[in-house]
């Protein structure tokens, strides 16, 4: 088409080559954008907030039916529709979209301050740099299954603690691309990994409401922990029977096993933890039953949600990680065993202490099992500083002699030659005894009594009667102040354990004589040896 040009020229006209728009960030891990878009990040429009990101973990130490019942209850309200079957169909279509065509992907992000992707990250990566996969997920307890996953919170993260269980509500996100991230200048290979890992293997949520959790029981709700008299008097009456056959027919060791399940910190003073109970069962038929500590913490962790079974055989202490400790080469904490949730139960197998010597690391255990159990503090090693960080981990020691360890109560155990016998009969037949609703009342139980110690009460009266017995004890040179101290949460215990939250004279006058049968028993035991 030929046209003329007229000398004379009309004003300009303009027009919009380009438009920008706002997009919220919120709840997502990065901003997608088109082959044909870029991300302003100096624009005068933007909005900067701040949200916090934590490592989570699932909680260690719960037991096979404690997490069959979670998942069973999780299950219950995840929908079962069509909602949650595209879900899945539509997660599939994208991780097989970006295994087809990577390069596609990395033309979205195009904001060279924070690139999430470049082409690097399509080249094949040397194996031998790889961080394995349990270096990643950090769980704590070894050879136990566990969760991981990154935690996005948007407000109140300061109130959140160390180890403690929480409820998090929020939208998964598990892109593939969420690990392809380029190191800037302060990081290295190894610290890109871990905190950049596959979401795959650790998902990233991002948490719209959380509340923290009173116990891990599955089989009560969180709030509303309950049993009447007469539940919590049956329950106490089959658990004491299935101690005290556990036990070789010693039914005062199987009373302080109870208070010891029930215990929990209700106070911290000064440099005390007052609550704590951790418990040394001495005197095990070990040469006539080397299975005897393995039988018997089999049955517990049918009792209790949060268990754990440790050996203290010289080359386990030796080898064993039992302190959290900070990696500058990842840039992270490394967890260790004693990172552990409240109330999860240590049981500690000295039976199988032999002769030999500890190393460097073995003696740093030691001494961080007896921080534990003296102050219900944890060690935390930075390498160029420690740190103590407060725990409530319940410690029952099982040893032929007294323990090498501290222990708030000893008892040595007085077996019945004929129970000892006939214990995988009785191991056998106490399997057969528990069946579900005689197991389930009294996990209710223990969960129950324990909880209850914050209701508990002494009343102005008792004061006068402690104090006069304690006065009889200081005369006959049988008791020293921390001889009171653990008297009166014994009574507390004992107490909770009959179902009680009062303190009462028949209380007092039974954990009096328990102490008096107890400590007979330690002195006996000496002048034998």
Not at 505 to 523: A, G, L, P, T, Y
Request: charge should be negative; proline fraction near 5%.
């Amino acid at each position: 088409m030929s046209v003329n040009i007229d000398i004379s020229q009309w004003t300009p006209e303009y027009f919009n080559d380009n438009e920008s728009e706002c997009l919220n960030h919120l709840l997502q891990d990065a901003v997608w954008n088109t082959e044909n878009e870029s991300i302003l990040t100096d624009s005068s429009k933007n909005v900067t907030k701040e949200r916090s990101t934590y490592v989570v973990i699932s909680i260690p130490g719960l037991n096979p039916w404690a997490e069959a019942l979670e998942n069973q209850n999780s299950t219950k309200e995840i929908s079962k529709g069509d909602f949650a079957s595209k879900s899945v169909k539509r997660t599939l279509e994208v991780e097989e979209m970006m295994e087809v065509d990577p390069s596609t992907s990395t033309k979205r992000v195009e904001d060279k301050a924070k690139k999430l992707c470049s082409p690097e990250s399509n080249k094949p990566k040397n194996d031998s740099n790889e961080i394995p996969q349990d270096i990643l997920l950090n769980y704590p307890i070894p050879k136990r299954a566990g969760k991981t996953c990154l935690l996005k919170i948007y407000n109140d993260s300061e109130t959140l603690k160390l180890n403690e269980m929480i409820e998090f509500v929020g939208f998964l996100s598990t892109h593939p691309m969420l690990s392809e991230f380029d190191k800037n200048e302060f990081e290295n290979d190894m610290e890109v990994q871990v905190h950049h890992p596959p979401a795959s293997l650790i998902p990233r949520i991002h948490c719209v409401s959380w509340k923290k959790l009173q116990h891990s029981n599955p089989m009560l709700h969180d709030s509303v922990i309950g049993f009447d008299d007469k539940n919590m008097y049956e329950a106490k009456k089959e658990l004491l029977l299935v101690l005290t056959s556990l036990l070789l027919g010693d039914e005062l060791a199987a009373e302080y096993l109870i208070c010891h399940l029930i215990s929990k910190i209700y106070m911290r003073a000064d440099l005390l933890a007052l609550g704590k109970f951790s418990l040394n069962i001495s005197n095990v038929p070990i040469k006539r039953r080397p299975e005897y500590v393995k039988e018997l913490y089999s049955i517990l962790e049918l009792f209790l949600p949060k268990s754990h079974y440790l050996e203290m055989s010289i080359s386990n202490i030796n080898e064993a990680k039992l302190i959290p400790k900070k990696n500058y080469d990842y840039n992270r904490l490394n967890s260790g065993l004693l990172q552990l949730s409240p109330n999860t139960h240590l049981v500690v197998d000295e039976t199988l202490l032999t002769t030999g010597q500890l190393n460097s690391t073995g003696v740093h255990n030691v001494r961080a099992l007896s921080n534990v159990i003296r102050n219900q503090k944890t060690e935390y090693d930075f390498v160029y500083y420690q740190m103590e960080y407060e725990c409530d981990i319940p410690i029952l020691i099982l040893s032929e002699e007294k323990s090498l360890l501290p222990s708030d109560f000893q008892i040595p155990l007085q077996p019945a030659d004929d129970q000892i016998e006939i214990f995988p009969e009785t191991v056998d037949a106490i399997k057969k005894y528990l069946k579900p609703e005689i197991l389930n009342k009294i996990r209710i139980y223990l969960t129950n009594a324990r909880h209850n110690s914050d209701k508990y009460e002494l009343p102005q009266g008792a004061q006068e009667v402690i104090e006069e017995e304690f006065i009889q004890m200081r005369k006959a040179k049988k008791a020293s102040a921390d001889d009171l101290h653990n008297l009166l949460v014994l009574a507390r215990l004992k107490c909770l354990s009959d179902g009680k939250t009062r303190f009462d004279d028949e209380c007092w006058k039974e954990v009096c004589q328990m102490e008096n049968i107890r400590k007979e028993r330690i002195e006996a035991l000496k002048n034998t040896n």
